[in-house]
C-alpha cells in the first residue's frame, strides 16, 4: 500500500549535520507511525526516532535525544530526519518505515512496521 524512499545519506565528518528525507507514495493511513531505524554492520536494526502521521508527535532514542529531529510535511507526504552533532557510532544504513496503523506500542516495535524502504548509507568519519 504504502511505499518508500530515502534519500540524502552520504559521507560526513564529525560534528557534521545531515539530513535525511523519506518519501511516502500510495495510500497514508492518518494513524500512521513512520519510524526510522538504522542497522551498523554486524549490529541489529535499531529505533532511532518515530512520529506519528496525525498530530505529529514525535518519539526518540535515548542515544540520539537532543541531537537529530525528526519532522514531516503533510503536503509532500515526506517525513525527514535531521541529524546534528553527528559521531562516528551514527554510521549504519538508515531505513525508514510505516505501520500502516493498528500498532500497540508507542511509539510501535520494530516487528509492528510493515513497509520498509531500501534505507540510505550514512558514514561520519573521526
Known amino acids: 500500500q504504502v511505499q518508500l524512499v530515502e534519500s540524502g545519506g552520504g559521507l560526513v565528518q564529525a560534528g557534521g549535520s545531515l539530513r535525511l528525507s523519506c518519501a511516502a507514495s500510495?495510500?497514508?493511513?492518518?494513524?500512521?507511525?513512520i519510524g526510522w531505524f538504522r542497522q551498523a554492520l554486524g549490529n541489529e536494526r535499531e529505533f532511532v526516532a518515530a512520529?506519528?502521521?496525525?498530530?505529529?508527535?514525535?518519539y526518540y532514542a535515548e542515544s540520539v535525544k537532543g541531537r537529530f529531529t525528526i519532522s514531516r510535511d503533510n503536503a509532500k507526504s515526506a517525513v525527514y530526519l535531521q541529524m546534528n552533532g553527528l559521531k562516528p557510532e551514527d554510521t549504519a544504513v538508515y531505513y525508514c518505515?510505516?505501520?500502516?496503523?493498528?500498532?500497540?506500542?508507542?511509539?510501535?516495535?520494530?516487528?509492528?512496521?510493515?513497509?520498509w524502504g531500501q534505507g540510505t548509507q550514512v558514514t561520519v568519519s573521526a
Open positions: 518505515a510505516a505501520d500502516n496503523g493498528g500498532s500497540y506500542y508507542v511509539p510501535p516495535r520494530r516487528y509492528e512496521y510493515r513497509n
Open positions: 512520529i506519528r502521521w496525525s498530530g505529529g508527535s514525535t
Open positions: 500510495g495510500r497514508t493511513f492518518s494513524n500512521s507511525f
